[in-house]
């Protein structure tokens, strides 16, 4: 039997407990000395957790046939049915208490009971508001008080794991009646539930038959679609179990092989632990050896280079003192040369400007002597024309033109004087050409021996220009002698360098053959490890790729959400459950409506792009991200099209 109280709690047991409260470190409230665990509507419960309120109105629609129910009480914050609460009140009982302190179990944190050797025991209450965050202390003495205790303690235990928690003892005080009667009232009230269950199927039953006569034809279509189903379902779990076994067999022959070769590569390892330890003490004794004979061969080769830099310097020395005393001996001669060509060049140019200024003043008096002549010739022309009176130029006018009508006499005469007249003007003309003809000859040969001259000079100078350059070319062969001789030198030397830094090359090659060997080694060793690496990587998506049942697949997805809080648990391709392919809500011919329904829920929840970022984003490999990001946009788009076909 259950008791209520006049603010509709609702009793399932008590236990006489003494309890204080303390909040931020200071006492509140006055000590109670009876606790008592109530059923109260889940409307009650404030959201922020912290004391629940003894005269708020009890919610319409409220019950208590949850309350011994484990899948239901527990809940606690959210949703309908009822909530379990402790309610510590005054030693008159739960039906006599006018005030006292309630608390949701669920919103009881950091149970504390390694004090109850020494006679208490605390509890913390989590909460928002101004009443969250209390701190409760209860007093145990020795007898039945520690037995109400360690009762108490497992109730609340019981409670808060989701187990049925077993029924305390009665109490006279609160009015709560022994079990036995409260089991058989209990069993009553399931008898009649039961009785009131069976007529509401009876009556299902026969609404469900008079339904069926209608249904006839949509049934045997719906049953024919789904024999259909089932062959294909078959079919395809004939198809699965084959790949399952195929996978299993690959699974084992995989398994066999990474236990194989994870032998061979500790064997390898092993050996490349030998090998690197013997080819290190090798190497530190060799190179003891080196850098012992190095240090000797260093000490000769300084010595040895330090009494070749002194003679290459003296010689350099000498040489350089030599080469600037030639070069200022032939910079001396080449200015000399220089000088003495200059004034040649300069006495050769003057020379040559007199002539031409001379000849240049002869051919002007010539031209002068041939224009007076010219002029003399012109005057005693024009003297002659004034002697003879009759004619206006040197030769006379032409006689005037006979009449027409005048003898042939007289016509022979004109045409003789006409002839005559012409036969003197072609003297006179033929003279002024021979004196002119005779001007240009004595003018060529000027000009022709003035040519003669200049070859001649000309040819003086390119022989004196040879007889330099020749100078110049034996010079220059003494020059390049001397430098052939400080290049076969120099050549020398460099000989001997380069025979020393072979030397230190064939040195320096044998090191790195064996630094080489050594990192050959690692490297092997390396590939080795990535091989492995590889096959279990290959083994766990296989080990991913095998079918599940819907169990598996929902524990899996239970453990992903609840661990959605850890970002230090990183989540590969394989880590995460994929449904199967082609039936991403993971149905069953034997689903009821209900349970499709509810996978669908299920999967929308999870696979959609958005909650699944929220749930898992922060974890995943950066490697498998953008692969399991397509596949879940693809899963989520399934998820939405098969919701039309539900």
Same mark, same amino acid.
């Given at each position: 039997?259950?008791?209520?109280?006049?603010?509709?709690?609702?009793?399932?047991?008590?236990?006489?407990?003494?309890?204080?409260?303390?909040?931020?470190?200071?006492?509140?409230?006055?000590?109670?000395?009876?606790?008592?665990?109530?059923?109260?509507?889940?409307?009650?419960?404030?959201?922020?957790?912290?004391?629940?309120?003894?005269? !708020?109105?009890?919610? !319409?629609?409220?019950?208590?046939?949850?309350?011994?129910?484990?899948?239901?009480?527990?809940?606690?914050? =959210?949703?309908?049915?009822?909530?379990?609460?402790?309610?510590? #009140?005054?030693?008159?009982?739960?039906?006599?208490?006018?005030?006292?302190?309630?608390?949701?179990?669920?919103?009881?944190?950091?149970?504390?009971? %390694?004090?109850?050797?020494?006679?208490?025991?605390?509890?913390?209450?989590?909460?928002?508001?101004?009443?969250?965050?209390?701190?409760?202390?209860?007093?145990?003495?020795?007898?039945?008080?520690?037995?109400? #205790?360690?009762?108490?303690?497992?109730? &609340?235990?019981?409670?808060?794991?989701?187990?049925?928690?077993?029924?305390?003892?009665?109490?006279?005080?609160?009015?709560?009646?022994?079990?036995?009667?409260?089991?058989?009232?209990?069993?009553?009230?399931?008898?009649?539930?039961?009785?009131?269950?069976?007529?509401?199927?009876?009556?299902?039953? %026969?609404?469900? +038959?008079?339904?069926?006569?209608? +249904?006839?034809? @949509?049934?045997?279509?719906?049953?024919?679609?789904?024999?259909?189903?089932?062959?294909?379902?078959?079919?395809?779990?004939?198809?699965?179990?084959?790949?399952?076994?195929?996978?299993?067999?690959?699974?084992?022959?995989?398994?066999?092989?990474?236990?194989? /070769?994870?032998?061979?590569?500790? $064997?390898?390892?092993?050996?490349?632990?030998?090998? #690197?330890?013997?080819?290190?003490?090798?190497?530190?004794?060799?190179?003891?050896?080196?850098?012992?004979?190095?240090?000797?061969?260093?000490?000769?080769?300084?010595?040895?280079?330090?009494?070749?830099?002194?003679?290459?310097?003296? #010689?350099?020395?000498?040489?350089?003192?030599?080469?600037?005393?030639?070069?200022?001996?032939?910079?001396?001669?080449?200015?000399?040369?220089?000088?003495?060509?200059?004034? $040649?060049?300069?006495?050769?140019?003057? $020379?040559?400007?007199?002539?031409?200024?001379?000849?240049?003043?002869?051919?002007?008096?010539?031209?002068?002597?041939?224009?007076?002549?010219?002029?003399?010739?012109?005057?005693?022309?024009?003297?002659?024309?004034?002697?003879?009176?009759?004619?206006?130029?040197?030769?006379?006018?032409?006689?005037?033109?006979?009449?027409?009508?005048?003898?042939?006499?007289?016509?022979?005469?004109?045409?003789?004087?006409?002839?005559?007249?012409?036969?003197?003007?072609?003297?006179?003309?033929?003279?002024?050409?021979? @004196? &002119?003809?005779?001007?240009?000859?004595?003018?060529?040969?000027?000009?022709?021996?003035?040519?003669?001259?200049?070859?001649?000079?000309?040819?003086?100078?390119?022989?004196?220009?040879?007889?330099?350059?020749? +100078?110049? @070319?034996?010079?220059?062969?003494?020059?390049?002698?001397?430098?052939? $001789?400080? /290049?076969?030198?120099?050549?020398?030397?460099?000989?001997?360098?380069?025979?020393?830094?072979?030397?230190?090359?064939?040195?320096?090659?044998?090191?790195?053959?064996?630094?080489?060997?050594?990192?050959?080694?690692?490297?092997?060793?390396?590939?080795?490890?990535?091989?492995?690496?590889?096959?279990?990587?290959?083994?766990?998506?296989?080990?991913?790729?095998?079918?599940?049942?819907?169990?598996?697949?929902?524990?899996?997805? /239970?453990?992903?959400?609840?661990?959605?809080?850890?970002?230090?648990?990183?989540?590969?391709?394989?880590?995460?459950?994929?449904?199967?392919?082609?039936?991403?809500?993971?149905?069953?011919?034997?689903?009821?409506?209900?349970?499709?329904?509810?996978?669908?829920? =299920?999967?929308?929840?999870?696979?959609?792009?958005?909650?699944?970022?929220?749930?898992?984003?922060?974890?995943?490999?950066?490697?498998?991200?953008?692969? &399991?990001?397509? %596949?879940?946009?693809?899963?989520?788009?399934?998820?939405?099209?098969?919701?039309?076909?539900?």
């Amino acid at each position: 039997m259950v008791v209520s109280s006049p603010v509709g709690f609702e009793l399932l047991g008590c236990f006489n407990v003494s309890a204080e409260f303390e909040r931020d470190g200071e006492r509140i409230g006055q000590p109670k000395g009876h606790v008592a665990v109530v059923s109260i509507p889940r409307s009650r419960v404030p959201a922020g957790g912290g004391p629940i309120s003894l005269t !708020s109105p009890v919610g !319409s629609g409220d019950s208590i046939e949850d309350a011994n129910n484990p899948s239901a009480a527990p809940g606690g914050l =959210d949703g309908g049915g009822t909530a379990l609460a402790l309610l510590f #009140v005054t030693k008159a009982g739960f039906t006599k208490a006018t005030s006292g302190t309630a608390f949701a179990i669920n919103d009881m944190g950091r149970f504390r009971m %390694k004090f109850i050797n020494q006679g208490k025991f605390s509890f913390e209450v989590r909460g928002e508001g101004p009443g969250g965050n209390t701190l409760v202390l209860c007093s145990v003495s020795s007898g039945q008080v520690a037995h109400d #205790v360690r009762s108490l303690a497992q109730f &609340i235990s019981d409670i808060k794991i989701g187990k049925a928690p077993g029924m305390p003892h009665k109490c006279v005080a609160c009015g709560l009646k022994d079990t036995a009667e409260l089991d058989k009232k209990r069993k009553q009230e399931e008898a009649l539930k039961e009785k009131e269950a069976k007529r509401q199927r009876m009556e299902e039953e %026969k609404k469900v +038959r008079d339904e069926q006569k209608k +249904r006839d034809k @949509e049934e045997k279509e719906a049953r024919q679609k789904q024999e259909k189903a089932m062959k294909e379902l078959q079919k395809k779990l004939k198809e699965t179990e084959k790949d399952r076994d195929d996978m299993n067999r690959i699974r084992e022959t995989l398994s066999k092989e990474l236990k194989e /070769r994870g032998e061979i590569i500790r $064997e390898l390892q092993q050996q490349v632990k030998e090998k #690197v330890a013997a080819a290190a003490r090798e190497e530190a004794k060799r190179r003891e050896e080196e850098a012992r004979r190095v240090r000797e061969e260093s000490a000769a080769r300084e010595a040895e280079l330090r009494r070749a830099m002194e003679e290459e310097f003296r #010689v350099k020395r000498d040489e350089e003192q030599r080469l600037r005393q030639a070069a200022d001996m032939q910079r001396w001669a080449r200015e000399q040369q220089k000088a003495k060509e200059v004034e $040649e060049m300069r006495k050769k140019l003057q $020379e040559e400007e007199g002539k031409r200024m001379f000849e240049a003043m002869s051919h002007r008096e010539e031209m002068a002597k041939m224009k007076a002549e010219v002029e003399r010739a012109y005057q005693y022309q024009q003297q002659q024309q004034q002697q003879q009176g009759q004619q206006a130029d040197s030769f006379g006018p032409p006689p005037p033109p006979p009449p027409k009508d005048v003898p042939a006499e007289v016509l022979a005469r004109y045409s003789s004087l006409l002839r005559d007249r012409e036969a003197r003007m072609r003297a006179a003309f033929a003279a002024m050409a021979g @004196e &002119i003809r005779r001007a240009e000859g004595e003018l060529k040969k000027k000009r022709t021996e003035e040519e003669r001259r200049r070859k001649a000079e000309e040819a003086k100078r390119s022989k004196a220009e040879t007889a330099r350059q020749k +100078r110049e @070319e034996a010079m220059s062969a003494e020059r390049r002698r001397e430098e052939e $001789e400080r /290049r076969h030198a120099q050549a020398e030397e460099t000989r001997k360098r380069e025979e020393e830094r072979k030397r230190m090359e064939e040195v320096e090659k044998a090191r790195r053959v064996q630094e080489e060997a050594r990192r050959k080694a690692m490297a092997e060793e390396s590939a080795l490890a990535a091989k492995q690496k590889w096959l279990e990587d290959q083994l766990r998506l296989r080990q991913a790729a095998a079918p599940m049942t819907y169990e598996q697949y929902e524990n899996r997805l /239970r453990q992903i959400k609840n661990s959605a809080g850890s970002a230090n648990v990183p989540l590969h391709f394989w880590d995460i459950p994929w449904p199967p392919e082609g039936n991403c809500l993971f149905l069953s011919p034997t689903d009821d409506p209900g349970l499709k329904k509810r996978k669908f829920k =299920d999967a929308l929840l999870f696979w959609h792009a958005d909650k699944f970022v929220a749930f898992c984003g922060s974890r995943l490999v950066e490697d498998h991200k953008q692969v &399991i990001l397509k %596949k879940v946009a693809r899963l989520s788009q399934e998820v939405v099209e098969a919701r039309n076909n539900l």
